[in-house]
């Protein structure tokens, strides 16, 4: 008699082997914590990717310069008719902590000669979000002609 071909009902099968239904319901839901920490690890980052954090600007403040360094902190010049301590007092409301410089006389005292511009504060801040964060400082300087915007300020952004 000959052998019987592969795949005939003569040939004898192995019974499949069959996975308790606990099992199965063990094993989906460590696949579903592991993709849950999976995703936790990278949401950060996609988040940041998709949604880049910025520093804060106030409104109506016009750019006059950007300057990306391969190292160190990105920055931006900034020009705007609003006072110097209003852009603090704009910085101060958005959380940061800002250190005043002292006035200079000629600016309280008009009978002393026009000294030129001058230091108004320095603001540190920091903005988060899904675990990353930018920090960011602020130097205002005041005193500039009028028709240029009388306020100047500079931002850093340190990612």
């Known amino acids: 008699m000959p052998a019987p071909e592969p795949g ?3 040939e004898r099968s192995v019974p499949a082997a069959r996975v308790p239904l606990w099992v199965a319901l063990l094993a989906m839901a460590a696949a579903l914590v592991v993709a849950g920490l999976i995703l936790w690890r990278v949401a950060g980052p996609l ?9 804060p600007v106030p409104p109506g403040a016009s750019e006059e310069r950007h ?3 391969e190292r160190g902190a990105e920055s931006w ?6 006072t110097g301590n209003e852009i603090a007092a704009f910085y101060e409301g958005q959380g940061a902590s800002c250190r005043y410089a002292p006035v200079p006389g000629y600016v309280t005292d008009r009978s002393l000669p026009w000294g030129g511009t001058y230091a108004v504060a320095t603001c540190v801040g920091k903005e988060k979000a899904a675990g990353l964060g930018i920090s960011w400082e602020v130097h ?5 002609p009028d028709e240029a915007g009388p306020t100047r300020f ?6």
């Open 8 to 10: 005939t009902a003569d």
């Open 140 to 144: 205002i300087h005041a005193g500039y």
């Open 47 to 55: 988040y940041g990717l998709l949604f880049p954090l910025e520093a």
């Open 67 to 69: 300057d990306r360094p």
């Open 77 to 82: 010049l900034y020009r705007t008719a609003q």
């Open 154 to 159: 500079r931002l850093y952004v340190f990612r």
